[in-house]
């Protein structure tokens, strides 16, 4: 009855192994998408309690972002207190613990097929809640986009996923974090593909818009239908305001290009020690921050008061400046905070300024400062993390006004184009990683490989057997028809063939050695089941083997086929299907 029962445990365990998680049902993968949706946006959720409750609560401020509110020595005191608590953090971590933020989710994805570690995303959870309840100048999407693929990276690892399953899970996880930090599902969804992912797939899309839509739900369920800016009605007056746009667009284009150009002379900050460049950083936001307390943290109700028109054009100059410089400051440096937020900031005071130069030049004109503001903030940010769609997609869901898609079609695509093709600058994500070749965009072929299991280009006849074996187990081998026997424990594979003509040549032979015998024998590696075709040639590559052995789990225990460098060349180039 015990072993029944073991052996029933151990068919469902094969077959969930199979057929849920390893395979390309994609009904399984749209439950744990779900899953990973609500799960995400729960820590998303809590996170941002992390950070609003002590500062409403602990502090005298009518809001989390009401820095305004606290006397400048308490600002100064916050700042210095959480600079020096993260400096104790970091300080004795390696760096590649220290890795966090949007730049680590990107190489874990190209690296390590969305394999995220513990470790990191619990430091990126107490980093970013310190530095935000402390009111460094970052954001808190970039860590959410961190925790949201974290927390999906070790759903999918504690159920086992193939490496191209788990890349598309850590997607899902990234697309509910922005769905459930802006009410936006769209735009997590593209966001998702466009920056994370770095492609469009059917395959991926559907469990992405299930989890966005999971995030969303969460996100309405605790925080209300309200999006993360309070939009009022917005509107081109007449389309003489369309070289106005193009010029708002060759401002955003610039001024992202100088943020990205100044995060890379930040970055030369990298050379000294941790504690000089996050001490340096924390004292010069509290030198700001006593004169525009505005540039504090996250800074969505200054974005507020400038979309509604309320802010004046000196201040948004100075404030502008100032987050630019302390945001670009921080990512440079690796500070635990994110730059989503700040760029969004930073366009929304471009585009306020524009807007109310506009008003000063033509007083007569009906000139809405807000819709410039809008404008500015999606601008900047399609620009600078080069995602123009992810842009429009968020622009169209906050504003809820398919007139602003034409106008804001224009504004982004010239800003992404000044970036790219007259400074010849690449997102900001890649200048963070540096001259990497992981930070370069996959070929379509790589990106197929990538998203192919590898038992589709396998061979399963194949027959396992000892070094040593007699004629007659030699016979019975020879009428299952396997095209290749794998020997156990030699690392080796034999051509059937070639055994078949050791028997005829030699009848008398009843012992029969597979490593002795005259045969050309393949050199083998071993590799999961749960790989895809782009591990198994990067392991060839690395091994300089041509054939390598599949097995079910990493112990390596029991083999499923093998796969060969022709054949998977061979999948590639005959089935584009799979492309």
């Not at 009111?135 to 070790?154: D, F, I, K």
């Not at 597979?514 to 895809?532: F, H, S, T, V, Y």
Request: glycine residues 8%; hydrophobic residues 50%.
């Amino acid at each position: 009855m015990t072993s029944l029962k073991q052996r029933l445990q151990q068919r469902l365990q094969e077959h969930w192994l199979t057929h849920v998680t390893l395979s390309n049902n994609q009904i399984g993968l749209a439950l744990l998408a779900l899953l990973v949706g609500l799960a995400s946006a729960g820590v998303i959720t809590l996170f941002r309690f992390a950070i609003e409750i002590p500062l409403v609560e602990l502090l005298p401020m009518a809001s989390d972002e009401d820095y305004e509110a606290l006397t400048p020595w308490l600002r100064v005191a916050l700042l210095l207190s959480g600079g020096l608590i993260l400096i104790a953090i970091f300080q004795p971590l390696s760096k590649e613990r220290r890795s966090i933020g949007v730049g680590h989710v990107l190489q874990r994805m190209e690296h390590h097929q969305g394999y995220l570690p513990l470790p990191n995303l619990l430091l990126q959870w107490v980093g970013a809640i310190i530095a935000l309840l402390s009111g460094h100048s970052v954001g808190r999407e970039g860590p959410a986009v961190h925790l949201g693929a974290g927390t999906a990276s070790q759903i999918g690892q504690r159920f086992g996923l193939a490496h191209h399953r788990l890349r598309i899970l850590a997607g899902c996880g990234v697309a509910s974090a922005i769905s459930a930090s802006f009410n936006t599902p769209m735009a997590g969804v593209i966001f998702a593909m466009e920056v994370v992912l770095l492609e469009y797939s059917i395959r991926g899309f559907i469990p992405i818009i299930l989890a966005s839509v999971a995030g969303a739900i969460v996100s309405e369920a605790v925080f209300g239908a309200e999006t993360a800016f309070v939009i009022p009605s917005l509107d081109m007056n007449s389309l003489l305001e369309i070289p106005y746009i193009l010029a708002l667009g060759l401002a955003a284009g610039i001024t992202s290009a100088i943020f990205i150009l100044t995060i890379k002379q930040f970055q030369k900050l990298n050379a000294l020690p941790l504690w000089l460049k996050w001490g340096g950083l924390s004292l010069a936001t509290a030198v700001v921050g006593v004169l525009l307390p505005q540039v504090l943290g996250i800074g969505y109700d200054t974005v507020n008061d400038t979309l509604a028109g309320h802010a004046v054009i000196g201040s948004l100059l100075a404030l502008l400046v100032c987050k630019l410089v302390l945001t670009a400051w921080a990512a440079a440096v690796g500070f635990p905070g994110g730059l989503i937020g700040p760029s969004l900031f930073v366009g929304a005071a471009l585009g306020g300024v524009m807007g109310q130069l506009s008003a000063l030049w033509l007083p007569d004109y009906p000139v809405s400062v807000g819709f410039y503001a809008m404008l500015g903030m999606c601008a900047m940010m399609g620009a600078t993390l080069r995602a123009p769609l992810a842009a429009l997609v968020a622009m169209l869901e906050l504003t809820a006004n398919h007139n602003i898609i034409m106008p804001g079609m224009l504004a982004i695509v010239i800003a992404s184009m000044v970036v790219s093709e007259i400074f010849n600058l690449p997102s900001v994500f890649q200048v963070l990683l540096g001259k990497s070749p992981l930070t370069q965009t996959p070929s379509p072929v790589q990106q197929m490989l990538r998203n192919t299991w590898v038992a589709q280009a396998m061979n399963r006849n194949i027959a396992c057997v000892d070094r040593h074996i007699s004629r007659r187990s030699a016979e019975l081998i020879l009428q299952e028809k396997p095209e290749w026997l794998l020997i156990d424990h030699e690392k080796a594979l034999l051509a059937t063939a070639d055994l078949a003509h050791v028997l005829t040549a030699d009848a008398q032979t009843d012992d029969i050695d597979l490593i002795a015998i005259p045969a050309d024998r393949e050199e083998l590696g071993q590799i999961a089941l749960k790989a895809n075709l782009q591990d198994a040639l990067d392991l060839m590559q690395d091994s300089q083997l041509q054939w390598l052995a599949v097995y079910r789990d990493s112990h390596c225990q029991h083999c499923v086929g093998v796969v060969s460098r022709e054949q998977i060349e061979h999948f590639y180039r005959y089935q584009p299907e799979n492309v």
